[in-house]
């Protein structure tokens, strides 16, 4: 399974765009890259997926170079509450029926935290 | 329900003691996961579920753990002859399983948080 690299902590402020990399050089073919986000006291929560290019949805967006040893989540104008960890993942979603896949790990993340 | 449920959510006991903790996933998803995460640290996979397959149990720390999914549903986690370092956060999360890529998403449940004394 893929190990991923992220940043420890991200320090940001509201209205600011952020930008996450994630690290992961030895990717497979089969690959996605999937993020989550954590609240304290929560369970993580899937924010976005891609393969390859880049992919938007209505809270981020997924940058990933041809190479794809590494990917970039961006989210546009922070709020307060979006203070959270931000876990990078690797893994192939069409194998979810098999063991790769649900041996996810998820890695310490990245804790983002938004200033007023 | 609409989510991914799971009790209890918190849960002291002492060391020795046997726990259970139980998890329901979303009504149809085949697919069921145990995690781990302790203080200020990331997920542990434990064990995954798929179906009526048998269980990848290749996570569980040792042979204190044990999981079952009953008719591919509801799923217990028991910890036996519990340790202190036992203490953590222990999340579920189920998904539906397919070709597609997002099909795979996983849901989570709030947690149980286990504290052993």
């Known amino acids: 399974l893929a190990k991923t690299t992220q940043p420890i902590s991200m320090d940001s402020y509201e209205g600011q765009e952020v930008n996450i990399t994630c690290s992961h050089n030895?990717?497979?073919?089969?690959?996605?890259i999937t993020w989550y986000q954590q609240f304290p006291s929560q369970g993580p929560r899937f924010i976005i997926q891609?393969?390859?290019t880049k992919v938007t949805n209505e809270v981020a967006s997924l940058f990933i170079p041809a190479d794809r040893k590494s990917s970039t989540l961006s989210l546009p104008r922070v709020s307060l509450s979006d203070t959270a960890v931000y876990y990078c993942?690797?893994?192939?979603?069409?194998?979810?029926?098999?063991?790769?896949?649900?041996?996810?790990?998820f890695g310490q993340g990245t804790i983002l935290t938004v200033h007023p | 329900g609409a989510g991914v449920s799971q009790s209890p959510s918190n849960k002291v006991t002492e060391k020795g003691k046997d726990v259970e903790l139980r998890c329901d996933p979303i009504?149809?998803?085949?697919?069921l996961y145990w995690y781990r995460q302790s203080l200020g640290q990331g997920l542990e996979f434990l064990i995954y579920?798929?179906?009526?397959?048998?269980?990848?149990k290749s996570g569980l720390p040792s042979d204190r753990f044990s999981a079952e999914r009953t008719g591919g549903s509801v799923s217990t986690l028991t910890i036996q002859r519990t340790q202190q370092e036992d203490s953590a956060v222990y999340l579920c999360?189920?998904?539906?399983?397919?070709?597609?890529?997002?099909?795979?998403?996983?849901?989570f449940g709030p947690g149980t948080r286990l504290t052993v004394l």
């Open positions: 999360a189920s998904s539906l399983v397919g070709q597609g890529a997002l099909v795979s998403e996983q849901f």
């Open positions: 030895n990717i497979a073919t089969n690959d996605y």
């Open positions: 891609g393969y390859k």
């Open positions: 993942l690797v893994g192939d979603p069409a194998n979810a029926g098999g063991t790769s896949y649900g041996k996810l790990t």
């Open positions: 009504s149809g998803h085949t697919a």
């Open positions: 579920f798929q179906g009526n397959s048998a269980p990848d």
